[in-house]
């Protein structure tokens, strides 16, 4: 059974602190991708990587970045969390073929509450 | 950069039709896909369209016009389980990989 598994469920941290979203796939996919869901805005992209080592800015990127050193993992860093980043954030994988159809699988979510 | 519009809400009662619409801008297309998300859950995949016409599957379907940048999501015999939010979603070609972008997704509310 295909899965992708975000390292925590529900977090809370301090404005200030650096905090890590860990995602972690075992299908072998080369893509990897980190969206952040608010009520209202709907899933938002905000960083895919395609490849080891590879990444690309999504459509909201300022306040985090991100690391994909083995191509089964992808971390989101936040690296000083603000009241702003409390949201629920979705890690997702893919294979590289063209068109990737139904192939994009999500975790289950990991709710951050900075206060 | 992409543009992807639907409704925010839809009311419909048991037993019946729905049509969830959306319509896109994008470069690079390459498939636009419907999900369904119920309350504190994952996203879970529906259907998935790339060329023109319409994909039916079970009581869904799922119909695409590429020339007018629109999909729909039809709905039949609808169940009190089928409340719940309706993401469109574009996937576009970028020279770094396929990105899919979402819509803000339609709250679907089934009633008695």
């Known amino acids: 059974d295909v899965k992708v598994t975000q390292s925590s469920r529900y977090l809370v941290k301090r404005t200030g602190e650096k905090v890590f979203l860990e995602c972690v796939q075992d299908?072998?996919?080369?893509?990897m991708f980190w969206y952040r869901q608010d009520p209202g805005l709907g899933l938002r992209l905000i960083y895919f990587?395609?490849?080891?080592?590879?990444?690309e800015k999504g459509d909201i990127p300022e306040g985090y970045s991100v690391s994909r050193e083995k191509k089964e993992r992808f971390s989101l860093i936040l690296e000083s969390a603000s009241t702003n980043q409390t949201s629920m954030y979705l890690c997702?994988?893919?294979?590289?073929?063209?068109?990737?159809?139904?192939?994009?699988?999500f975790g289950e979510g990991s709710w951050l509450t900075v206060v | 950069g992409q543009n992807i519009d639907q409704p925010t809400e839809m009311t419909a009662t048991e037993g019946a039709i729905v049509q969830i619409n959306c319509t896109y801008q994008?470069?690079?297309?390459?498939?636009l896909f419907w999900y369904q998300q119920h309350a504190g859950e994952a996203p879970t995949f529906l259907s998935y369209n790339v060329l023109d016409g319409l994909e039916e599957k079970g009581r869904f379907s799922s119909f695409l016009s590429r020339s007018k940048g629109y999909s729909y999501l039809l709905l039949k015999e609808l169940q009190m389980k089928d409340s719940a939010s309706y993401l469109c979603a574009v996937e576009e070609v970028t020279g770094g990989g396929n990105k899919l972008t979402f819509g803000t997704g339609t709250q679907l509310k089934v009633e008695l």
């Open positions: 997702a994988s893919s294979p590289p073929q063209v068109p990737s159809g139904n192939t994009i699988y």
């Open positions: 994008t470069s690079g297309f390459n498939g």
């Open positions: 990587s395609y490849d080891v080592k590879m990444k």
């Open positions: 299908m072998d996919h080369e893509n």
